[in-house]
């Protein structure tokens, strides 16, 4: 079955301790984004790659970093998580190219107290 | 600033009505228009994509349709069910964008199918 997998899925941690969220998919697609969804807010674009070893900052990269060293897999890391980091987050992947559908994961809720 | 509003922010019908859900956004010059489903807990589920080149798409139930010159879209929603009741997001790919190939979203219609 064609999926976007996020890991975990909950999380309640404490401000300052690294945490790692993680995202894969199986469609072999080129294109990978995170996106942060807060109340009020919308969705917002975190950080995206255009394919293996390319990314580039989305409209809200600061206070996370991620990497793409594999077509697949495309983790987002929250460094020093601060309680403004609280949100539900999610991935998404589609096929290069203007007017590819994007597919979403089921998104990972943080608590960061 | 490329921007995607939607109208109404939440509404509830009886079941079996049809109805309009309304996505305006700033810049015509857009590559396409995706809208979502999402369910309480869940991700977003993709309903309809309409490349900029074309004027509607439409699957079973749902319709949807792309003014670009206006800066419009609708989703039609025939003979609703009380399992449509989600909230419903529109999303832009900006031509322009700066998240290249990124989605810029509304904030979505909360709708709810009354049995």
């Known amino acids: 079955e064609a999926q976007v997998t996020q890991n975990p899925r909950y999380l309640i941690t404490v401000t300052g301790k690294k945490l790692t969220v993680t995202c894969s998919q199986n469609?072999?697609?080129?294109?990978m984004s995170w996106y942060r969804q807060d109340p009020g807010l919308g969705l917002r674009q975190i950080y995206y790659?255009?394919?293996?070893?390319?990314?580039d900052k989305g409209d809200v990269p600061e206070g996370y970093k991620v990497s793409r060293k594999e077509k697949r897999n495309f983790p987002l890391i929250l460094e020093s998580p601060s309680p403004n980091q609280t949100s539900l987050y999610f991935c998404?992947?589609?096929?290069?190219?203007?007017?590819?559908?994007?597919?979403f994961g089921d998104g990972t809720r943080l608590s960061i107290l | 600033k490329q921007e995607v509003t939607q109208i109404p922010a939440a509404l509830s019908v009886p079941e079996g009505e049809n109805l309009v859900l309304n996505c305006s956004f700033t810049d015509s010059a857009i590559y396409n228009l995706q809208w979502f489903r999402q369910d309480p807990g869940k991700g977003l589920t993709s309903l309809l994509l309409?490349?900029?080149?074309?004027r509607e798409q439409t699957s079973g139930r749902l319709n949807a349709s792309l003014d670009k010159s206006s800066g419009r879209s609708t989703l039609y929603i025939a003979a609703s069910q009380p399992g449509d009741s989600a909230t419903y997001l529109c999303a832009a790919e900006f031509t322009s964008g700066g998240g290249a190939d990124g989605l810029t979203f509304g904030k979505g219609t909360h709708l709810i199918i009354q049995p």
């Open positions: 309409i490349q900029s080149s074309q």
């Open positions: 790659s255009m394919n293996v070893e390319v990314t």
């Open positions: 469609m072999n697609h080129e294109y």
């Open positions: 998404a992947s589609s096929r290069r190219g203007s007017g590819q559908p994007q597919h």
